[in-house]
């Protein structure tokens, strides 16, 4: 079998690592494919969709890679502070929050920056994207929990809570979103906003992955890697993975099973193998890469069938609902460039001609 996966990740010495993963014969090994020394300053956040890679750093800036041509793309240069997170939605749509407390939609066509949201009074510390592509939950250094509706760019709903939040993570299904407070995570169903259950992991949690819909994989400050059951609420498997401190985890399914990836200040990037049966069992070590560097991030990116045989969009692409709605109308859009969605605590301000309700009403 030919190589069907690439493992990117971002480092504190500013250089994003490119390996290639073959699966042939049921061996994984990987070699290096590319470094990319883009930015001036450490990698915080990578995401990877059909096409590019982009990763965020302390820079201020995200910068994008192709993955098709393997060659840089440029950069993008909206946010001011830190990019703390990035995150597609299908092939489409870029996601990106930072410091200057701003959330940030983007186009991949021409990478554009379509909408551009104020979420928080303070740093966006991460966001994720609902499944169907019309929500995106986000949380703060303003101790709030927040729902936004991508369609028109504006708050649903805020939920104060009492300390900083770290993560926050749709389930696949979207029936739940996981949200991480240091050692803590509260297990929330949509239908009714509120917290199911809790899990307390023993150390900070740095990095969260949900396996399928009610696995979740947690790392964080030591060299254990834990596995929750968010239906049961609880931890039911845990194993060494690393020597230090893990800082992110990823994954992938293939076949029958699922391939769970993490990434650590050891400077390694193991790949294991997990069923993820009831009885959950600790995971079978597949592969290993010593990048020799401090990693902070990483994402798994795999080529896609569209790739070998078209490079323009498709019409039936994944994200067809946030595409058609972002773009109904080249008018809307345009106004959208412009816009800041004011803070839904702050008292609205009256706008002249297109900056009322009006802008960005579908």
Not at 110 to 137: N, Y
Request: with cysteine; proline share 2%.
């Amino acid at each position: 079998m030919v190589a069907v996966l690439e493992l990117i990740a971002g480092s504190y010495e500013q250089i994003t690592f490119g390996y290639r993963v073959n699966t042939e014969d049921n061996e994984w090994t990987a070699k290096a494919d590319f470094t990319h020394h883009a930015h001036t300053a450490s990698i915080s956040a990578v995401a990877a969709s059909e096409r590019f890679v982009v990763t965020g750093s302390k820079d201020e800036t995200i910068q994008l890679y192709d993955m098709k041509k393997k060659t840089e793309h440029g950069a993008l240069l909206h946010h001011e502070g830190s990019i703390t997170c990035l995150e597609f939605y299908g092939s489409s749509h870029l996601l990106s929050g930072g410091e200057d407390g701003l959330l940030c939609v983007w186009s991949t066509k021409k990478w554009e920056c379509m909408k551009t949201i104020r979420a928080h009074k303070g740093h966006v510390t991460s966001l994720s994207v609902h499944p169907s592509g019309k929500l995106a939950l986000s949380v703060g250094t303003d101790k709030t929990l927040r729902t936004w509706n991508l369609i028109n760019g504006r708050s649903a709903f805020i939920k104060n809570i009492k300390q900083n939040a770290q993560i926050v993570r749709w389930s696949p299904d979207g029936d739940r979103y996981v949200v991480v407070v240091n050692d803590k995570i509260d297990i929330y169903k949509l239908e009714t906003a509120s917290v199911t259950g809790t899990v307390t992991n023993p150390k900070r949690i740095s990095s969260v992955k949900f396996l399928n819909n009610s696995v979740l994989a947690v790392a964080g400050d030591d060299e254990t890697v834990r596995i929750c059951d968010v239906v049961k609420a609880k931890l039911v498997c845990e194993f060494k993975a690393h020597e230090t401190r893990v800082k992110a985890v990823d994954s992938l399914m293939v076949d029958d099973y699922c391939v769970l990836l993490t990434a650590s200040n050891d400077g390694y990037i193991k790949m294991w193998k997990i069923h993820l049966n009831e009885e959950l069992e600790p995971p079978i070590l597949l592969g290993e890469i010593n990048t020799t560097a401090r990693l902070t991030c990483l994402a798994v990116w795999r080529p896609s069938s569209a790739q070998q045989i078209s490079e323009g969009p498709s019409e039936t692409a994944t994200s067809e609902d946030l595409t058609q709605e972002l773009t109904k109308k080249k008018r809307v859009r345009e106004t959208m460039e412009e816009v800041i969605v004011e803070d839904e605590s702050k008292p609205k301000k009256k706008k002249k001609k297109v900056g009322g309700k009006n802008a960005v009403k579908q």
